[in-house]
């Protein structure tokens, strides 16, 4: 915005940052991951365990690859993080080997209690950058504020229009972290007390008890979902689909951030890239974004090289950006990220992270918008993971969900929505994992008082009898 008003010289952690027009082509950026940085400013790892991160991160790698839902351009975007959030809910309602099961995919120790606690830790840590609509939100970028500022006090009409129009914009579109949960069940289905209670201490999780028959209830998730992605998924399912379910568990993730250095819009243009397609290489112009700065470059493995872009004015999140050193088919850049391979990208990161060993950069990076369908979710978790038990027809053992013990997760799904351009990157995914009972419901034991009876009215702890009676025939229940 205000392009030719402000060209922000600024420092991450000291290093200047300059603008500039590039010469380099960019191939391809397939992953695209937000994590926190570790210059002084930021907010301290340890606030999250080893332990959570890495397991959230390989369960996330497995089942990015596992994913067979693409655009139809071939692109795959998926948030794990969100899809986890909703196992790691379920989790809490499994016994036996479901549990199992569940442990093995989400890598989980078994400790139920220490899984619980790093999961409120990280959700706690994300959501301490909530998006609130505060035009001082740390994911703004200097050049934003700065333009801010200088229209309120030394702009022209349009300017201080145009200001208006980003400060009606940051609180219909917020910048920050969204990370909410939710667990939906029909007003018949019994849900233990206790599973709740964890969810709402460990996962602030909503509940609602809604008739799940009733058309309504899709409508009301619905509206949950675009709620906390502030539109962005307007709609997760529908009235048919709620209608065969007994319960539904909910994650929603949104994540708006200005670049810490933004694009010049001019420095846009129309770029060959280059993909594959029914086997062969081709080319195809898109719109690139250019810019010149000191970034974070990883260049040390054979096959990889990656770069970190910050977000915001402390640099506390980035999309790193990994790019094969050959042009080489999207599955098989795919097969080459690894678990271990992220990590080895991230640590290399961290070394070239510091302000001295940044290195002067020309980037390409193409402009994006995409959303899509995660829509065989279901059957990723169960036949690629094995999540097998949970999803067959017989159900898993969710006896600490429910005092109907077996249920069946019978559907899966995940929405996701991308905006990456100049000025930042706005992102948001919707989760939602639907069950049914598959063993019938305790029947309640009948005790229909129509007959003859008796009663006291009674003190409960000692028995102390207050009043006594015998009734042969109700009488006067009409004007009781």
């Known amino acids: 915005m205000f392009d030719g008003v402000y060209r922000r010289l600024a420092t991450i952690c000291g290093v200047e940052h300059m603008g500039g027009i590039v010469k ?8 695209a991951t937000v994590a926190s940085t570790v210059c002084s400013h930021s907010i301290a790892r340890s606030a999250l365990s080893d332990e959570t991160v890495q397991a ?3 369960m996330g790698i497995e089942l990015f690859n596992a994913v067979e839902d693409r655009s139809k351009l071939g692109n795959k975007f998926v948030s794990p993080l969100s899809v986890n959030l909703a196992l790691q809910m379920l989790y809490n309602g499994t016994e036996g080997t479901t549990k199992t099961e569940f442990e093995n995919v989400l890598h989980l120790s078994g400790d139920r209690n220490a899984t619980n606690a790093g999961n409120k830790a990280m959700i706690d840590l994300l959501n301490s950058y909530r998006a609130t609509g505060a035009l001082d939100h740390p994911f703004m970028s200097g050049k934003t504020l700065w333009a801010l500022e200088h229209a309120a006090q030394h702009g022209t009409e349009a300017q201080k229009k145009e200001a208006e129009a980003v400060k009606q914009k940051a609180k219909d579109e917020p910048y920050g972290i969204i990370i909410a949960n939710s667990f939906w069940a029909d007003e018949n ?7 709740t209670k964890t969810l709402a201490t460990f996962y602030s999780a909503e509940g609602f008890n809604r008739d799940f028959r009733d058309e309504k209830t899709a409508s009301d998730i619905n509206a949950w979902a675009s709620k906390n992605t502030f539109g962005k998924i307007k709609e997760i399912t529908d009235a048919k689909t709620v209608k065969t379910l007994d319960n539904a568990t909910l994650n929603a993730t949104y994540f708006k951030a200005d670049w810490t250095f933004e694009f010049e819009k001019r420095s846009t243009q129309n770029l060959p890239f280059t993909y594959h397609e029914g086997g062969r ?9 250019a810019d010149a700065g000191h970034y974070a470059l990883y260049d040390k493995d054979v096959s990889l090289r990656a770069i970190a872009l910050p977000y915001g004015q402390s640099g506390d999140f980035e999309m790193v950006v990994i790019l094969p050193k050959a042009v080489v088919p999207v599955a098989q850049l795919e097969r080459m990220l690894t678990a271990d391979k992220l990590r080895s990208i991230q640590k290399g990161l961290n070394i070239v992270r510091a302000p001295e060993k940044r290195v002067y950069t020309d980037l390409h990076l193409p402009k994006l918008k995409m959303e899509t369908s995660l829509d065989k979710l279901a059957d990723t978790l169960k036949d690629s993971l094995g999540m097998v038990e949970a999803f067959s027809d017989a159900g898993g053992n969710f006896s600490s969900l429910t005092p109907v013990g077996q249920m069946s997760l019978a559907t899966a799904i995940q929405k996701t929505y991308l905006v990456v351009n100049e000025q930042g990157t706005v992102a948001a995914a ?9 063993s019938a419901p305790p029947q309640p034991i009948p005790f229909h008082v129509d007959h003859p009876y008796a009663f006291v009215i009674q003190h409960a702890k000692s028995g102390l009898v207050l009043f006594q009676g015998t009734i042969n025939l109700p009488e006067g229940g009409e004007g009781a």
């Open 189 to 195: 289905f019994p849900v233990l007390p206790s599973f």
């Open 56 to 58: 959230a991160n390989q």
């Open 430 to 438: 919707v989760t939602m994992i639907g069950a049914v009972a598959t």
């Open 281 to 289: 290489a081709q080319k195809k112009d898109v719109s690139t974004m």
């Open 24 to 31: 380099f082509n960019y191939l391809l950026a397939v992953a």
